[in-house]
């Protein structure tokens, strides 16, 4: 018997990108586990990764190419060979008149640089393919982050256990940034109070010293509040205001307007909730201790969320956060790596052509569009790869009703039969990270991570990198890139001439599997803000020069009473669908011990909310609205603040009673700035079944 130890990362969309150490004894991974010696890994792996292995030899794997033999949707499929498989996709794809009626569809169900987005990328470039703008995720808060910070960097979270007041805004870290909470219990430990901000009380918050249960959306008018009780209280840091920020006078004016009882009302909480957050936050400060805000992703998921992450993002360089290591904001820290998107993507070969761009978010509507002189050719040809879109994109129905065409040529690549690959003309099986190489970089760490390919590909499975080679073959593409293979593209990823990554580092980085970047402990602790000016921008230029308000301001959501109380009359329960823990977006779904462990299908509710409409304890209720609806069991609890209900997701349609999941009634409208989905801004009502 043969053993080998094999290191390689996890490739889900997770701030914690951990490390990962592979047994393979005789050719089969027998264990995954966290690297003790990775710093932020520290040998701790989540309850979803751990079970990698199980994910990886799943008897439901995709281990052959398969065609469509059924209707549309049904998921019946007879295996073809590879060479058909390809043969078919590009004949298809060749007999399309405008290469704009082809687009490809994906995101984060793998964070690798080399399977992501690199050959992919050169294959729809040369073809001249519409491009998708992906924004699914993160575009809305990194857009309002970059205007004010000017790129996606923030406090090292190696540094948390250092702090002494840690605001956790708008996330649930125990299901979802599992290696920042260890350090911010650790920071509890040395005495940090933590609060968390949430409309509904996740694990997180319970286990936090105080919960701020807000309205939905309603973040960025109390980061508003904060600052006018931070200013008129003099607690903020003028030394730190008058060098490193551009300005204050102006914001002064506008955060004028918030008083903590107008910032109350519209967030339904205390005044003194918001009187006493501010003289947290600002004492903490003046006495000289660390204050870090740990903002996430659930802020920016309504309306205003581009704003709210702004508003947010304003309040270290009022109180001079930033001076601390432990201090400041942490969103995201993807722009501290160089990373080299033309070498990857090449997006030369388009060779002076503008395709058009089509927002994720909003398939549902655009499959379903018409020619038309401002859209463009109607979408003849959709390629998957990396994502699950009948389950994850908003207001599901239409997404299901688009992919349902008969003359859409639809290709999925894939590890299981999803609720999209159901639809698919061509399924074809792809790797999994522990079959594949590939590279990573992080947005909630400094490491730079290398995967090496653990076991052989199983089956007939391919990595998507290969997929597109022959696809790229097969259309005639000649160009020297598309013979690359994955360690040339590794070694492509980051500028390596940049002084944090220091000279070739590919194949030393596979060798020891992780490598920090180079880079301040303490950021901004003297300005130099990748901003235009080099300061905090608490009025921005750059988004005068668009049209966008320079100062903070609050949007309100879409969908709420104060907002629309027409609608709010007829649909009076806001809803959110944060992440269930024991699944990552809709991966892991198909994981029986996972799904065990999540129970099934489940809405919380209030029971004052319950008690107004007759419903008990375990109840199978209809979440609807004028979008569609859906039918869960229903928990009573007061987790969820009155007149909000809570969904935890993303389900697989096929495994819930009614074949539906929570997207079935949330929106296709965007956010104030990035272009980003609503998921968090929807008003439903709820009936007993």
């Known amino acids: ?151 996606r960097i923030g406090t090292d979270v190696e540094q948390t256990e250092h702090a002494k007041l840690i605001l956790i805004w ?13 350090r911010a219990q650790q ?6 109070k933590l609060i968390a901000i949430d409309p509904y009380r996740s694990l997180t918050a319970e286990k936090c010293h105080q919960h701020i249960a807000l309205l939905p959306g309603t973040d960025g008018a109390l980061a508003l509040g904060l600052m006018h009780v931070l200013i008129a209280e003099n607690l903020v840091d003028q030394d730190y205001l008058d060098r490193y920020t551009e300005g204050y006078t102006q914001l002064k004016e506008r955060v004028a307007e918030w008083p903590p009882q107008r910032v109350a009302a519209t967030c339904g909480i205390s005044v003194e909730e918001v009187l006493q957050l501010a003289r947290d936050y600002g004492a903490t400060a003046q006495r000289g201790e660390a204050t870090l805000i740990r903002l996430n992703y659930g802020v920016q998921r309504t309306h205003g969320g581009g704003m709210a992450v702004r508003n947010v993002a304003c309040l270290p360089a009022l109180v001079g956060a930033w001076r601390h290591a432990a201090g400041g904001v942490l969103l995201s820290c993807s722009d501290a790596f160089p990373k080299d998107r033309a070498a990857l993507e090449r997006p030369d070969l388009l060779a ?20 038309s002189p401002a859209f463009g050719p109607k979408i003849e040809a959709l390629i998957v790869y990396n994502s699950n879109p009948v389950a994850v994109a908003p207001e599901s129905g239409k997404v299901a009703q688009g992919f349902a065409r008969e003359d859409l040529f639809t290709v999925v690549l894939e590890h299981f039969q999803t609720d999209t690959a159901d639809y698919a003309d061509i399924l074809l099986p792809a790797t999994t990270q522990l079959e594949h190489a590939d590279i990573h970089s992080t947005y909630g760490h400094m ?66 599997g992780w490598q920090k970047m180079r880079m301040p402990d303490a950021p901004f602790a003297r300005g130099g803000f990748p901003t235009a000016s080099g300061k905090c921008a608490l009025y921005s230029q750059a988004m005068a020069a668009v049209g966008l308000d320079p100062l903070p301001t609050y949007h309100a959501p879409h969908e709420s009473v104060a907002s629309d109380p027409a609608l709010a009359a007829r649909y009076p329960l806001a809803m959110i ?31 004052a909310d319950a008690v107004a409409r007759g419903i008990v304890q375990g109840n199978s209720v209809r979440i609807f609205n004028d979008r569609g609806s859906f039918v869960c ?6 987790k969820a603040r009155r007149g909000l209900v809570v969904g935890l997701s993303i389900w697989w349609k096929k495994y819930a009673a009614d074949g539906k999941n929570a997207n079935q009634v949330t929106s296709q409208r965007l956010t104030d700035m990035g272009r980003g989905p609503t998921f968090y801004d929807v008003l439903v009502e709820v009936e007993k079944v």
């Open 1 to 151: 018997m043969t053993s080998s130890t094999i290191r390689a990362v996890c490739p889900h969309d997770c701030p914690d990108t951990c490390a990962l150490l592979v047994t393979v004894r005789d050719g089969v991974a027998t264990e995954v586990r966290g690297d003790p010696d990775h710093p932020t890994t520290a040998g701790v792996l989540c309850t979803k990764v751990a079970r990698y292995a199980e994910r990886t030899y799943h008897k439901d794997r995709l281990l052959t190419p398969m065609k469509r033999i059924g209707k549309k949707g049904e998921g019946k499929f007879a295996p073809i060979s590879w060479e058909e498989a390809i043969e078919t996709i590009a004949a298809r794809l060749q007999r399309i008149a405008d290469p704009q009626a082809i687009l490809p569809y994906s995101y984060a169900g793998t964070m690798g640089l080399v399977q992501g987005e690199s050959m992919a990328m050169r294959f729809f470039h040369k073809l001249g393919a519409s491009l998708l703008e992906r924004t699914i995720c993160a575009t809305a808060g990194g857009e309002g982050y970059k205007y004010t910070i000017g790129a």
């Open 170 to 182: 708008g996330g649930n870290p125990i299901a979802s940034n599992l290696h920042f909470w260890m």
């Open 187 to 192: 920071a509890k430990r040395n005495g940090a």
């Open 352 to 371: 002076g052509r503008s395709p058009r761009s089509i927002n994720m978010v909003t398939i549902g509507d655009d499959l379903l569009r018409a020619a």
């Open 447 to 512: 490491y730079m991570m290398a995967n090496n390919a653990a076991i052989a590909p199983l089956g007939q499975a391919k990595p998507n990198t290969e997929i597109f080679r022959l696809l790229a073959a097969r259309m005639g593409f000649s160009e020297p890139c598309f013979q690359d293979s994955d360690d040339a593209i590794a070694a492509q990823a980051f500028c390596a001439d940049d002084a944090r990554v220091a000279g070739p580092y590919w194949e030393q980085l596979k060798q020891q």
């Open 577 to 607: 669908s944060p992440p269930a823990r024991n699944f990552l977006n809709s991966t892991f779904v198909n994981v029986q011990s996972l799904r065990d462990t999540e129970g099934e299908p489940h809405l919380d509710m209030h029971p």
């Open 633 to 638: 069991k229903v928990r009573i609890t007061d």
